[in-house]
């Protein structure tokens, strides 16, 4: 009968099937889950309003989507659009070496930059854009892939370095999950390791950039 507590994946899986609103399916996967378990009503809401205000933190990205909805209504991308267009030599692939850089020097420091929504969107894309439309005009075909590699440098920048700093809760989960398990693992160390992961990342990056760019040139001479 243990296996009855497993009833939360399966609604997870049905509200998913359906295309039911995510947050409700997770409440109610997680209710269900509880009730299974024994857990009364009560002691439910008590569990999850403890797990909401542990975990507040998290959220507070939520309060950068007004103000970066405000900033784009008043011109924030033609503003860098037309920046862009005022510099020389610059391609959309060096515009996300700069923005890699820039993401995995945040990530040394412990700085979140929630980089898709206050970088990617309003910034890095249309910037990457108008380097790319400066010689030829862009097709939708090479627009959406412009708009896949500025996503996919915030992916790069995020996903390899976000345990350079030692205080990340990545370096702390994996070290007490290790100490748990009987391994003497520090999270100064986990931080050391993960250096040359953000400098492999880095040189494999701009090499993929360098390539892209070559490619959106051929394909620009092509099409003159």
Known sequence: MEYIKLIGVLVIILGFAFKLDTVAVVIIS??????????????????????????????LFFLTLPM??????????????????????????????IYLLIREAASLFGISLQGQVQFIRPLINPMAQAAASVETKLTEKQIDRIKARSAATENFGNFFSQNLFVASSGVLLMASTMKSLGYKVAPNGIALYSIPVAILTIVLVFWYNHMFDRKLLKEGKNND
């Open 68 to 97: 970066i909805g405000v900033i784009e209504r008043h011109g924030l991308k033609e503003s860098a659009v037309n920046l862009i267009q005022k510099l020389k030599n610059l391609t959309p692939g060096r515009i996300f070496d």
């Open 30 to 59: 997680a209710l269900v889950t509880a009730l299974a378990s024994g857990i009364d009503f009560t002691k439910f809401l008590e569990i999850l309003g403890q797990g909401f205000m542990d975990n507040r933190m998290v959220s």
